[in-house]
């Protein structure tokens, strides 16, 4: 049974008003099932090997959306969770995951997720990835997700990402392996305040003649938060990759983004960019100027700039 706060959460990572959704569902709470349905060209089980679960997509299955949300709301509960799809060929789906946890306890609360794609020849996937975190407890909320995916031939995965607040420490692990003609479009958003640390390594992979490959980056530090990015595209045959990192910087925050391409082909093009900087004064004064406070000023450029 989904209680006010689970709802709220799921709302907030998932978008799943009174924590329902139209597709196929799975909800993971404190380590259980708290729903499930498979649909007729989804279907959804549990492993038996190890905790988590496997998304099985029909060849050419279009227009329909797979929610495998998770939260914790149990301070002290910790978990490793292996989240596998196998996705057909010519196939157009959405995947929203996310995990948000509650701690109001002293006792550390802890979410580990590992998914695993394989995209058919000729399938377009968006996979939606949020993370969000409350409570008063002095027990830290802590996520560390690992997301690996294969594309076949003339595949497409569009993945968005975003850590939208009270997460403490996180440490994300992307690879991503293009076949001939797969293209990947990853969007990382990241907001870290306090004394929180994020650190995002990310691998793309072009393997196959025409593959595509576009990493976009943006991110705040607020406070005394840490933030460190390792993006690396590597280049093994004609293709086409871009790596854009861009950060602002305030208070005592710190920032390391250390992007690196490499080429293993005379036919691979390959480019990477790394910006941080402060909040730019003529940005505020501007804002100020319409009646903003310095503050109302701040967090409007902060939400445009991570929408």
């Not at 797979?66 to 002290?76: A, M």
């Not at 394989?118 to 939606?128: E, L, P, T």
């Amino acid at each position: 049974m989904l209680n006010e706060l689970d709802k709220q959460l799921l709302q907030t990572i998932a978008d799943m008003p009174d924590g329902e959704a139209k597709g196929a569902v799975n909800i993971r709470k404190d380590s259980g099932c708290a729903a499930r349905m498979s649909t007729e060209n989804i279907e959804i089980t549990s492993k038996q090997d190890k905790p988590g679960i496997d998304i099985t997509i029909k060849p050419g299955t279009k227009n329909e959306m797979c929610h495998i949300p998770v939260i914790i709301t149990e301070s002290g509960l910790t978990e490793t969770v292996y989240n596998d799809f196998y996705i057909g060929p010519d196939c157009d789906v959405t995947i929203i995951a996310g995990c948000g946890i509650h701690n109001d306890g002293g006792a550390e609360s802890r979410h580990d997720g590992v998914h695993t794609f394989h995209i058919g020849r000729g399938s377009r996937v968006k996979y939606v990835e949020k993370h969000y975190a409350s409570g008063s407890g002095k027990g830290g909320r802590v996520m560390n997700p690992e997301t690996i995916a294969y594309l076949d031939e003339g595949a497409f995965l569009q993945m968005d990402t975003a850590q939208i607040k009270g997460i403490d420490s996180t440490k994300r692990m992307t690879k991503i392996v293009c076949g001939a003609g797969a293209e990947v479009v990853v969007t990382e958003r990241l907001q870290t305040h306090g004394e929180q640390w994020a650190e995002s390594e990310m691998e793309i992979v072009l393997d196959g003649a025409g593959s595509k490959g576009r990493v976009i980056s943006r991110s705040v530090a607020q406070d005394s938060s840490r933030q460190v990015f390792f993006p690396r595209m590597t280049g093994n045959a004609e293709c086409f990759g871009h790596v854009q990192c861009d950060s602002i910087i305030m208070d005592n925050a710190n920032i390391r983004s250390v992007p690196a391409i490499e080429a293993n082909s005379v036919d691979a093009q390959l480019i990477h960019e790394a910006a941080i900087g402060r909040i730019a004064g003529d940005q505020l004064l501007k804002l100020e100027t319409l009646g903003l406070t310095e503050e109302e000023a701040q967090e409007r450029i902060l939400k445009g700039f991570l929408a």
